[in-house]
Structure formats: structure tokens, C-alpha cells
């Protein structure tokens, strides 16, 4: 990672610290039962549309104009102070007015958020507006305000207001949650007092714009050529409540034209929806021209070539005479599209591909082919940045073996093909070098299926060093698959822990080169990391960091006195997840753990987990690839069902595994309980409990009284949604590590109700974590 990367990481961990605490302010409303929830889901059942009026005293609906039902901002948020703009700032503008003259401030707390809960739920796209109007509420006529607007623990803009602005600001986002909580967050950067005025969420329905993995911005939409009465094309006219610009300026001069037939939008599959009055007029060339073209610069500051996305929109809203026809091209940020043509009174979106904006700038021109009859025409169009908003995860893929963002298509083959050659050279250096020195055996082969890069920092120990390491191995801390492991001391004073293969070692010389092979190239922390090996004849070793706090198993025992709590043990599934959702989804080709297990759990000082012994691990070429093996692998009470009867592996398997490891958390029990009659399975232990609805017998007995008990069933929804006997009703580890995510917030902000105090290196239990004071 370079200096900018870090930075960002740690800003975006900063973020996830401001947010979380957050949502603790917040907690009246979490804690807040269910009824309130389900009012508004009714409430909310029918149009898809939220629309909160901020600092408003009460909710109303708009008759008027819109027929939107405002509610307050009360539900959503519990800090802040209500205020009116002043009389001479107050907005008469149609379809806002009262809406803007309303606000809520935010004069204490670095970041505050508003928490929205749509009843359609994670997994969907939802397009969400924020106005902004500051109005002079605070009579100190202010010419610079400046706070950060954040969609979750995501920075999304940067909110400018002054007393100069008569009008109002809004700032839009089109994002796909993969949770059922959304957060709308302000932060005080301090040049000025965050406030809000209103806040739209939208859900969007089968919509062209969404996008699973990036949010759209939207930049520009433009209703060009004129508008029709109602002036604006506000909801319910525009199903999707877009706000279209009336007055763009096309590079060349134009005529508008229009026409009062109706444009067939229900009938036509164009599933852009606009409203039809906003296709009723276009623009067209001045006489004679056979060209529209249109530059807009949407690159700025810190991301000056933004990818982006154009929508043109077209319907033909003149009758041509007999066998006249009007045909044209597309050129965008020079890629031409193809030549096509209008039917009457029939939509047609034509969706650019996604492109980078050099030199920070859109620019289009759309000409007549030399064939047409007729000029060109344009009805509307919307221009869209694209922002990656990738979680909060401070260490991703920095290996070539991991995805890269999309950038440019050459560049990274380039470097690739560069990387490539520059690996094999090194390793036919390092071969010859080793065996110069009479010690090759790692080589760097593909016996896990993985292209590879070496790591100088993973150094290679002699048995010498080893045995200096260990002071003679005298302290056994544990003992794995491999053998045992000791305490070690480096120069450096770190400690380390020593795995050492042993000869009669069930694991073999295979696993020891697949772990070797493997810690190599994944880095993330919330995997175990490896310092260095040592490959000597008989003689094999693999050096860690020291987990000072042991395997989760042995922290799970029964007599445990130590015992972890249940908000730790919340932290514990976060960070496991994110360890295995980085090894499925983070690196390429994906990585199956194949033994995941409580002992596989290892715990630092602070209780941060990172998942251990890689010797099983599997990578395989394709992502949707499974895999059909005979070598055993697992631990019982860990197996997929599925892999056991079919022998069809994949990373379904692993998810299932994680299913008995929360089950474990949860109860406290380990994943075969032992009984008068031999094993019951957890989940046979479970299920009836589950069925009578009895939590509480459910819950580990050390934690009574601790645990909040919405918090719990969620995290044992959680933890059956992993356990289907068939791998394809399993989710995939991202949408786990969401939903835990959201379980961890729910707790807590349910203790901080209870205590009113956090302890913030502790939510996210990660050494990255900066000083907050
Ligand atoms: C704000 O501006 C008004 C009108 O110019 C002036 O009367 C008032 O004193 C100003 N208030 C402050 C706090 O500067
Ligand atoms: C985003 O999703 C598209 C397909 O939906 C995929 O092709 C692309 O690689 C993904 N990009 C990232 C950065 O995950
Ligand atoms: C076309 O319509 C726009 C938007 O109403 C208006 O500003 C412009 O003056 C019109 N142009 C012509 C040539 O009438
Ligand atoms: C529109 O473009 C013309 C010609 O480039 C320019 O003279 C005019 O000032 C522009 N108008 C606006 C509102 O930007
Ligand atoms: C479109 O027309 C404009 C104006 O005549 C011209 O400058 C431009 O090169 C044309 N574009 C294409 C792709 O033909
Ligand atoms: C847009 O993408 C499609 C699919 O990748 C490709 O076939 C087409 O040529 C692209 N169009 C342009 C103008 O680049």
C-alpha cells in the first residue's frame, strides 16, 4: 500500500468509529420496539418512496402539488435541533417550499446520521437525495458552511452552503445496499454547523440505473427543448422523483420542438420511466446544422477522470412525410455508436458503455448520417459518475493475485504480462541460489492452483535459527494438524509462534507447502500472517505472529473463567467473516478455507480473531467452480453435508462451517455436544429450541442477562441462513458479514443505552485503529 492508501484506510476506519458512534447517539431509536417499525413500513408499503421532512414538527402531506406524505425526521434520527429558516430566506418554490424551510442542526458530535430502514429491504438499489438550505436560521449570515456528507461509512460529497444561495442544494446518490439499514450520515469537518432540510429515499424497482457493486452519482438530467407545464417533474409525475434541469445549453444553437400526442411509456419496454412530458419536447439544429453536441466537465479535485455512464433519450415527437427518415450517430469522449433511427411517438434509450472521462470531461455530439433526411433530435439525457464504495475493509487485495479495480483495460494487462516475466526470472534466481545453497525444496509451484509471487519479507529460517528462535523449544503453547507449536522470541523482540511439522504429523509435507504457498500471497488482518518458514530436510517450520489470546475454542470451554462476552464474541464473527469473505471474494482465483473451525480461530491481545492453518485451503480457477475431491477434508461437526455426500467442494462449504463456528458463539457449545447416548450435532441441538421459540435456553448460560435478546435471535437467523443441507440456499459470505455488521451496531447501541459509554478501539478491535483523542 502507498502513503494515499493508508491514509485512506485509515480515514475510512476513523469513519467507521464516527458512525458507529453514531448510531449510539442514535440508540433511543434502536432500542425503540418494533411498533414504531412497523407503522411506518405500512405507511411506506405502497408508494416506495420516502420523504422526510427534517426539523419538522409533525408529519403532513403535501395536497397541494405532489401528494407526497412528508414525516418528520423524529424516527430516523435522536440528536440535532429543529430550526426555520429565516422569514426572508423562506422558499415559496413549488413542489419544496415547505419542505426546505424546515431543518434540523447538528451542533454537537463530529457525525451524525439518520437511519433509514426500507421495507424493500437489503439487496436492492435505492435512490436517496439530501436538500440542503441553510436560510440564514441562525440570523449570523454565514458565507461558508462546509460539512461531509457520508453514505454509511462512505464519503459521498462535500456539502459548500453560503446566505448567497437564495435557492437550495441537493446532492443524490443511486446505491446498491447490501443491507437493510441505510445510513445517511453529516459530519462536522469544522468550518461550520452540519444541517439538513430534507432527505428523499427511493426505492428503485427493476431499474436500469442500478449497479451492484458501484453507486451512480447522477451529474446531469437534462430535459431539453422547452417543458411543458408542470414545470417540474417531480414525484409522482417522475416515478423515480428526478429533478430535471429545464435550462441546459447545448454547445450549438438549437430549436425546441414539441408536441402535445401522448408518448407511449406504458406500452414501450423502455424501463427508464421518464415522464411524458419531459419526452414531449427536444431540441433540434438550427437550420441547416446537422449536429447537438454538449461538453460537461465532471472531474474535479481529488478524482479529476471519473468512470461515467450517459442515458440519451429519444422519441420521435414529429410526423415525417413519407419514406423521410431520420437516422444518427452517437459520438461520446470519441467511441462512435451506432447509426439509428426514431419511430413516432415511441421511446428509445440509448445507455453509453461505461467509460473514463479524460480530461475530466463529457462531451457528445450527435450528427446525422449522410443518408438522413431529417437533423438530429435529442429529447433528454442524465449523466452518471460512478463511485466504487468498497467497505470499510482497510487491507484489501494488494497481491497480483488478488482483483484489481477496474481501471483501464490496457494498463493493467501490461503489467501483468511485465509482472509475469519478472516473476519467472525471480524465481529461476531463486532456484539457482537455493540450490547453491544446498536448500531448495520450496519451490514455488502450483500445487495450490495459485500464480505466485515471492515475498521477500516472508523470510526463510535454517533449523539453527529455529532452534535459537525457541530457546531449545521450550515452551509449547498449542498443538496442531502439524504438529506442535512454541513460543518464539526474534532479534527484533517480537514473539512469534512456531509451528513445527512433525514426522508423524497427520498433515503433510503437501499441506506444509500449500500453507507456506498460500500465507505468502494473502495478506489481510484478519488472517493470520506468516513471518517466515523453514524448510530443512526433515526439519520444517512455519514462524506466525503470536496470537497472545489463544484459539476461540479453548476460550469457548466450558470452564473457561475468562470468558468472552457477548459483544466480543459479535467482534469475533465480524472479523472471522471478514477474513473468509476475503479469501472467497477477494482474491482471484477464490480461496476455500476447507477447515474452518473454533481452533482454527486465533485471538490477538485485544481479541481481534484471525483465521489460522491454511494447510487444507483450496484455490480454484473459477469462481462459480466446484470441485469434486476425495481427499477428506475438515473436521467432523464442521462438514458440509453436501460435500460429504456428493464430494462437491466449493466455498458453500466453508459458509456452512461458519454456520456451526456462530452457532458456537451463540451457545457456547461445541459443534458435536457430548451426551449420555454419544453426539448430538448443535444443530440437532438447536432446531427444537428454535422451534418453541426459547432463546434463552439457547443463548450460552454465562452470558444471561447480558445479551439483548433481538440481537441474539438475529445473530441466530444469521447463523441458520449458513447451514441448508443444500449449498445453493447458502448466501455468500458478503451478505453474512453485512447482516453481522448490523448486529454488532444493534448491540451496540443496546449497551450504550444501558451504560451511556463506549469503548472505541474495541468495536472494531483492530491495531489499525488511530487515536481517536
Ligand atoms: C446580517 O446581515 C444583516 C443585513 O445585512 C445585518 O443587519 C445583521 O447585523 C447581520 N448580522 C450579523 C450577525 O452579522
Ligand atoms: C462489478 O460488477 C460487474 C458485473 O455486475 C463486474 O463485471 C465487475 O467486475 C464488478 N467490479 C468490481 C470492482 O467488483
Ligand atoms: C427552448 O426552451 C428553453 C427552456 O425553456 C428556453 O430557455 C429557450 O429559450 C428555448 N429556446 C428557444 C430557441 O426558444
Ligand atoms: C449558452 O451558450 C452561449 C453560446 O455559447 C453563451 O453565449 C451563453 O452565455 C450561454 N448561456 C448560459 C446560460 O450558459
Ligand atoms: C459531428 O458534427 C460536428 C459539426 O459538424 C463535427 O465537428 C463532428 O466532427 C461530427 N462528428 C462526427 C463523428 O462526424
Ligand atoms: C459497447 O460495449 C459493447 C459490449 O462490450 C461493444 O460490443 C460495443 O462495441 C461498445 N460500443 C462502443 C461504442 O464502444
Known amino acids: 500500500m502507498d502513503g494515499g492508501q493508508i491514509l485512506l484506510s485509515y480515514i475510512k476506519v476513523w469513519v467507521v468509529l464516527l458512525l458507529l458512534s453514531a448510531t449510539f447517539q442514535n440508540s433511543k431509536l434502536a432500542a425503540k420496539n418494533t411498533e414504531q417499525d412497523k407503522k411506518r413500513k405500512l405507511a411506506e408499503e405502497n408508494s416506495g418512496l420516502i420523504s422526510i421532512d427534517c426539523g419538522a414538527e409533525e408529519d403532513y402531506r403535501d395536497n397541494e402539488d405532489t401528494g407526497i406524505s412528508y414525516k418528520t425526521d423524529k424516527d430516523f434520527i435522536s440528536t440535532g435541533k429543529n430550526k426555520v429558516v429565516a422569514p426572508e430566506y423562506s422558499s415559496t418554490t413549488r413542489y419544496y417550499g415547505k419542505m426546505l424551510n424546515s431543518l434540523r442542526i447538528f451542533p454537537e458530535g463530529k457525525m451524525n446520521c439518520y437511519t433509514l430502514k426500507p421495507s424493500q429491504g437489503k439487496n436492492q438499489n435505492y435512490y436517496v437525495r439530501a436538500f440542503f438550505h441553510y436560510g440564514n436560521y441562525d440570523s449570523k449570515n454565514h458565507t461558508q458552511i462546509k460539512f461531509d456528507l457520508y453514505f454509511g461509512v462512505n464519503y459521498w460529497d462535500t456539502v459548500k452552503e453560503t446566505i448567497e444561495n437564495k435557492y437550495w442544494l441537493t446532492y443524490e446518490i443511486i446505491h446498491y445496499s447490501v443491507t437493510d439499514t441505510i445510513y445517511v450520515c453529516l459530519v462536522n469537518t469544522g468550518s461550520g454547523v452540519p444541517f439538513i432540510n430534507g432527505l428523499d429515499l427511493l426505492f428503485l424497482k427493476d431499474s436500469p440505473y442500478g449497479s451492484m457493486n458501484r453507486s451512480l452519482i447522477p451529474r446531469v438530467q437534462a430535459d431539453l427543448g422547452g417543458h411543458q407545464p408542470p414545470a417540474t417533474n417531480r414525484y409522482p409525475d417522475d416515478v423515480y422523483a428526478r429533478i430535471w434541469w429545464l435550462n441546459i445549453n447545448l454547445t450549438d444553437s438549437v430549436s425546441n420542438i414539441s408536441t402535445k400526442a401522448n408518448i407511449d411509456i406504458q406500452g414501450s419496454d423502455n424501463p427508464c420511466r421518464l415522464p411524458v412530458d419531459v419526452l414531449r419536447t427536444a431540441v433540434q439544429p438550427r437550420n441547416g446544422l446537422n449536429s447537438l453536441s454538449y461538453s460537461y466537465k465532471i472531474g474535479y479535485g481529488d478524482n479529476p477522470t471519473p468512470e461515467f455512464l450517459v442515458f440519451f433519450h429519444f422519441a420521435e415527437i414529429e410526423q415525417?412525410?413519407?419514406?423521410?427518415?431520420?437516422?444518427?450517430?452517437?459520438?461520446?469522449?470519441?467511441?462512435?455508436?451506432?447509426?439509428?433511427?426514431?419511430?413516432?411517438?415511441?421511446?428509445?434509450?440509448?445507455?453509453?458503455?461505461?467509460?473514463?472521462?479524460?480530461?475530466?470531461?463529457?462531451?457528445?455530439?450527435?450528427?446525422?448520417?449522410?443518408?438522413?433526411?431529417?437533423?438530429?433530435?435529442?429529447?433528454?439525457?442524465?449523466?452518471?459518475?460512478?463511485?466504487?464504495?468498497?467497505?470499510?475493509?482497510?487491507?484489501?487485495?494488494?497481491?497480483?493475485?488478488?482483483?484489481?479495480?477496474?481501471?483501464?483495460?490496457?494498463?493493467?494487462v501490461i503489467a501483468s504480462v511485465i509482472s509475469v516475466s519478472v516473476l519467472l526470472l525471480l524465481s529461476i534466481i531463486t532456484i539457482f541460489w537455493r540450490?547453491?545453497?544446498?536448500?531448495?525444496?520450496?519451490?514455488?509451484?502450483?500445487?495450490?492452483?495459485?500464480?505466485?509471487?515471492?515475498?521477500?519479507?516472508?523470510?526463510?529460517?535454517?533449523?539453527?535459527?529455529?532452534?535459537?528462535?525457541?530457546?531449545?523449544?521450550?515452551?509449547?503453547?498449542?498443538?496442531?494438524?502439524?504438529?506442535?507449536?512454541?513460543?518464539?522470541?526474534?532479534?527484533?523482540?517480537?514473539?512469534?509462534?512456531?509451528?513445527?511439522?512433525?514426522?508423524?504429523?497427520?498433515?503433510?509435507?503437501?499441506?506444509?507447502?500449500?500453507?507456506?504457498?498460500?500465507?505468502?500471497?494473502?495478506?489481510?488482518?484478519?488472517?493470520?500472517?506468516?513471518?517466515?518458514?523453514?524448510?530443512?530436510?526433515?526439519?520444517?517450520?512455519?514462524?506466525y505472529e503470536y496470537m497472545a489470546n489463544g484459539n476461540l475454542k479453548d476460550q469457548l470451554l466450558e470452564n473457561n473463567t475468562n470468558m468472552l462476552n457477548w459483544r466480543a464474541r459479535l467482534q469475533i464473527a465480524v472479523d472471522a467473516a471478514q477474513g473468509l469473505e476475503y479469501l472467497h471474494n477477494g482474491c482471484r482465483p477464490p480461496i476455500v478455507h476447507r477447515d474452518l473451525k473454533s481452533s482454527n480461530i486465533l485471538l490477538t491481545e485485544n481479541l481481534q480473531a484471525k483465521i489460522a492453518d491454511f494447510g487444507l485451503s483450496k484455490a480454484f480457477a473459477n469462481e462459480g467452480d466446484s470441485h469434486v475431491t476425495t481427499v477428506p477434508?475438515?473436521?467432523?461437526?464442521?462438514?458440509?453435508?453436501?460435500?460429504?455426500?456428493?464430494?462437491?467442494?466449493?466455498?458453500?462449504?466453508?459458509?456452512?462451517?461458519?454456520?456451526?463456528?456462530l452457532c458456537e458463539l451463540i451457545t457456547g457449545q461445541p459443534p458435536l455436544i457430548r451426551g449420555h447416548q454419544g453426539h448430538t450435532h448443535i444443530l440437532q441441538w438447536v432446531s427444537p429450541l428454535v422451534e418453541r421459540g426459547d432463546i434463552q435456553s439457547i443463548i450460552d448460560p454465562r452470558l444471561q442477562g447480558e445479551v439483548n435478546t433481538n440481537c441474539a435471535w438475529k445473530a441466530l437467523e444469521i447463523a441458520l441462513s449458513c447451514v441448508p443441507p443444500t449449498s445453493i440456499q447458502r448466501p455468500d459470505m458478503s451478505d453474512i458479514l453485512g447482516e453481522l455488521k448490523e448486529c454488532l451496531a444493534m448491540e451496540m447501541s443496546s449497551e450504550i443505552s444501558m451504560r451511556g459509554s463506549v469503548e472505541m478501539s474495541l468495536v472494531l478491535g483492530t491495531d489499525m485503529a488511530p487515536n481517536l483523542r
Open 320 to 412: 415525417s412525410a413519407p419514406g423521410e427518415r431520420r437516422e444518427f450517430t452517437i459520438t461520446l469522449n470519441d467511441l462512435e455508436y451506432e447509426p439509428f433511427t426514431l419511430e413516432y411517438l415511441k421511446p428509445l434509450t440509448i445507455r453509453s458503455n461505461l467509460s473514463r472521462a479524460q480530461e475530466g470531461l463529457v462531451r457528445f455530439s450527435i450528427n446525422a448520417t449522410l443518408r438522413s433526411d431529417l437533423p438530429p433530435i435529442l429529447n433528454a439525457f442524465e449523466i452518471f459518475e460512478l463511485r466504487s464504495l468498497l467497505d470499510g475493509n482497510p487491507d484489501l487485495c494488494k497481491m497480483n493475485t488478488c482483483e484489481k479495480k477496474q481501471g483501464s483495460f490496457s494498463v493493467p
Open 435 to 543: 540450490l547453491k545453497r544446498g536448500r531448495l525444496n520450496v519451490s514455488l509451484s502450483s500445487s495450490v492452483g495459485l500464480s505466485l509471487s515471492l515475498k521477500s519479507k516472508n523470510q526463510p529460517f535454517t533449523y539453527t535459527e529455529i532452534v535459537s528462535i525457541t530457546n531449545n523449544f521450550q515452551t509449547i503453547i498449542g498443538e496442531g494438524g502439524f504438529g506442535k507449536v512454541y513460543l518464539g522470541n526474534l532479534n527484533d523482540g517480537r514473539q512469534v509462534a512456531v509451528k513445527l511439522l512433525s514426522q508423524s504429523s497427520r498433515q503433510g509435507y503437501k499441506e506444509f507447502l500449500a500453507e507456506v504457498q498460500l500465507l505468502m500471497i494473502v495478506h489481510h488482518r484478519n488472517l493470520v500472517s506468516l513471518v517466515g518458514y523453514c524448510n530443512e530436510k526433515e526439519n520444517m517450520a512455519l514462524v
Open 633 to 661: 477434508a475438515g473436521t467432523p461437526g464442521y462438514i458440509d453435508p453436501e460435500f460429504r455426500a456428493s464430494g462437491n467442494l466449493n466455498k458453500k462449504s466453508d459458509v456452512y462451517s461458519f454456520g456451526i463456528l
